[in-house]
């Protein structure tokens, strides 16, 4: 049974760029989070995504946006880039109030 | 807003020497706690929820309790693998709270052969 894979692993931009991440949830499970780890900090909360809607969004820009496929898979996009986006991105599913992570895309803006 | 603390913020043992790690925190009315074991550049691996004062659960070497205010992660006998950074996480009940997880900053814990 694969676990939430993300892709990719690691990502280079520039200021100002846009970029899309990808996630698969584990199998079975229906709701994506997405986190934000900056270095030596804990994850902070970017948003849910549950039956292709956002249902909930911590304290993220607008530049921050989501979707959620049918199939359950989910993408983050981040637009108009800063160098204070540079962090590990991670993607949860959740089910039966256990939240499993993938291994995150290391995202670095220059 | 929920807040988690955590500590110390770095713990070095020995092989063998047992010890505890602290979660403090601070929710309207808790749905869960999590811990999770974090290796460097990895996504966080799930350990434990507890859900109400006085649960406790075990894996291995590590036993997690939960009281009202806060949670402790017990490592008994701590082996060199065990190094990693543990981080806890609240989920609140109600609101706009209860589906996103509210993370402390970790615990480093390295332990030396």
């Known amino acids: 049974d694969a676990g939430v894979t993300q892709s990719p692993t690691h990502l280079i931009k520039t200021r100002g760029q846009q970029v899309t991440l990808r996630c698969s949830p584990k199998s079975g499970h229906d709701t994506v989070s997405w986190y934000q780890q900056a270095l030596g900090q804990g994850p902070q909360f970017i948003f849910q995504y549950y039956e292709e809607e956002e249902r909930q969004r911590g304290n993220f820009p607008d530049r921050f946006s989501g979707h959620q496929f049918p199939n359950y898979s989910s993408e983050l996009n981040v637009n108009a880039l800063l160098l204070g986006d540079s962090a590990l991105y991670l993607c949860?599913?959740?089910?039966?109030?256990?939240?499993?992570f993938g291994p995150g895309t290391r995202l670095t803006v220059l | 807003e929920d807040q988690v603390t955590q500590s110390p913020e770095a713990l070095r043992l020995q092989e063998g020497e047992s010890s505890s790690l602290n979660c403090s925190y601070t929710v309207s009315g808790l749905r869960g706690l999590f811990w999770y074991r974090q290796d460097p550049g990895k996504g966080p691996e799930f350990l434990f929820t507890?859900?109400?004062a006085g649960e406790e659960k075990e894996k291995e070497r590590l036993k997690a309790t939960l009281t009202k205010k806060e949670s402790f992660l017990h490592i008994t006998a701590p082996k060199p693998e065990d190094s990693a950074t543990y981080l806890c996480a609240v989920q609140a009940v109600g609101g706009g709270s209860n589906y996103k997880l509210t993370f402390g900053k970790g615990t480093l814990l390295t332990v030396n052969p």
């Open positions: 949860a599913s959740f089910r039966n109030n256990e939240q499993f």
């Open positions: 507890l859900y109400s």
